[in-house]
């Protein structure tokens, strides 16, 4: 920019209302993210289970949700979530022409790399605008059996997020012997 900053007018109006305290005062303590992400996520799946049909719903086993702080927006993903018809890839995870993603290039397990209901809820905050850095993440089952009950990463999540994104609540994959 040039040199000339002109007269500088700062500091005279008095105007700096406590904005500070007023966003500190609405930002959730991490145990609130965690409660709500749990009844949001269970919300969600439910109604992602009236919706789906077929194949689609008889897969339908797994949803995730991860929380902005910086938004304190909610992004929903489900297993196999990127099959859906126009689904948009966002390059930081799944890569492009010039670079890799972080997605592992092979995967480390059963499952198709990317087919994660973590890789689709965190493909929508992506999308969006959001950073990896602030996300919180909530995985579970969404079975009959175990409905509600937290599911940790699998190895292909864990290599992706571990340490990228801010918490998961839901857990890591662990290693044996780790
Ligand atoms: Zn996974």
């Known amino acids: 920019m040039g040199t000339g900053s002109g007269p500088t007018f700062g500091n005279t109006k008095g105007s700096e209302i406590n904005v500070a305290n007023a966003t500190h005062s609405s930002r959730k303590t991490v145990s609130q993210i965690k409660h709500e992400s749990k ?14 049909s077929g194949k689609t719903k008889k897969n339908f086993n797994t949803a995730c949700v991860v929380y902005d702080i910086e938004t304190g927006n909610y992004y929903y993903g ?4 990127y099959h859906e018809k126009y689904y948009d890839r966002n390059s930081l995870l799944f890569g492009d022409d010039t670079n890799a993603g972080l997605l ?3 995967s480390m397990n059963k499952y198709p790399v990317g087919n994660c209901a973590e890789v689709d ?18 995985t579970i089952h969404t079975t009959k059996n175990q409905f509600g009950n937290y599911k ?13 994104i801010n918490d998961n609540f839901s857990g890591w994959y662990k290693n044996e012997g780790e």
Not at 39 to 52: C, F, G, P, T
Not at 78 to 81: K, L, S, T
Not at 123 to 132: D, E, I, Q, T
Not at 152 to 164: D, H, V
């Open 39 to 52: 009844i949001n996520v269970m919300k969600w799946a439910k109604q992602k289970r009236d919706e789906l």
């Open 78 to 81: 489900r297993n196999g979530g």
């Open 104 to 106: 592992p290039r092979v």
């Open 121 to 138: 809820a965190v493909n929508h905050a992506l999308n969006k605008g959001a950073k990896l850095g602030n996300l919180y993440m909530t």
């Open 152 to 164: 940790s990463a699998c190895e292909n999540c864990t290599y992706t997020f571990k340490g990228r």
